[in-house]
């Protein structure tokens, strides 16, 4: 029987105020020392100021074989893209 | 390289004739250097090659902090003993994010590390030469890393996903290490008469492993084509090497060391320069085991594995404890 540690996804908010981003995994056998080891490995150089750990297993993902009719709906709406709009230079910058 | 003599698990590139319209699909998708991602359908091969590689590359960083850890407590001062530390840190990341990577491939981390110990998995040759002296510690960071980083900034566009980010935040890292490196050795090398031999008994001994790095020559590459072919690999062996070469013979004469091969001379028409091969039955001697450092390296893993059993298997029950209590509140 496997005593392997569980798998661990490692989120990081860098410096300059932007969201949480996945940087990678790590294995670790609770949540205390899972973020004590992404501190280790992934901010050993200033990489950020806030991490969030997640166990890999609570993590629900869209299969990649749906990923035409899933993402469909928004490719057949380009006017929700501002650029679909032209309006005039007399109006100035909108 | 970190990873050398990758078997692909099938001979010969199919044909687009010979491809299933799933093998097609797949093969257009790497063409077109889009990358594959872990739950993506993917060949067979193509898992269990990469599974090789990857995972044969965390070995060697993990091994890798073996040669330079012999050195951490008798390092010459004080902060380059807290560099070397930060270094050989740095490669136990490298190992983890390796590890991260094969492990989306369906292999887990315990796996690979138990296919290693009973040698079922390899390492890089590299890391089974001694380190005998301190400028040994300056000629592993610039010119095993710096050989290192010439592979991995190449494998930075290698197909797979997770590979290719974890070469990318390698490579960030790795540059620390070749300039360490060679600040360390730049010091030996100006230094007095004794240093500056040891400098040069340095890059004499390392001079044909770190050439050996890269694996064997393209004529004798016979696990090449398929990898190239699924750009798991992205540049040949040789390819690397001459690039490896061209950039550290000026740096070894800044250092005004003597070359270490009595063959390196400028090929004006070539415009590279060339180099004598290595003695590729050594290096296919240290591959099978038979190196310097083998047995001791393989010794050592093992003993760490089971000496921090306990510390596994402790750490984890005291978890499952913890959140059985709070289970039960």
Redesign the interface.
Known sequence: M????P?WEVFIRGQHGLSHRHV????A??AD?AIKNAR??YT??NEGVSIWVVEARHIA?T???EKGPLFEPSESKVYRHPTFFDIPDEVGHM | MYAQMIKTARSGVKTRDEMTDQERAFQDKIDNDIKI?P???MPDDYRATLIRQIGQHAHSEVVGQLPEGNWITRAPTLERKAILL?KV??EA?HG??LY?AA?TLGE???ELVRLLHEGRMKYSSIFNYPTLNWADIGAVGWLVDGAAIVNQVALQRTSYGPYSR?MI?ICK?ESFHARQGYHAIMKMAFGSPEQKRQAQDAVNRLWFPAIMMFGPNDSESTHSEQSMAWKIKVKSNDELRQQFVDQTIPQIEYLGLDLPDPGIRWNEERGHYDFSDPDWSEFFDVIKGNGPCNVDRMTARRKAWDDGEWV??G??A??QK??ARTAAE
């Open positions: 496997s005593n392997e540690w798998l990678g995994s790590l294995h056998p609770d020392m280790d490995v050993r150089r993902a299969a990649p074989g | 991602e739950r993506d359908w930060a840190q740095d990341g983890l994010y991260s492990e887990s981390r315990d974890a935040k890292e596994r298997d750490l984890l005291h978890a913890k959140s």
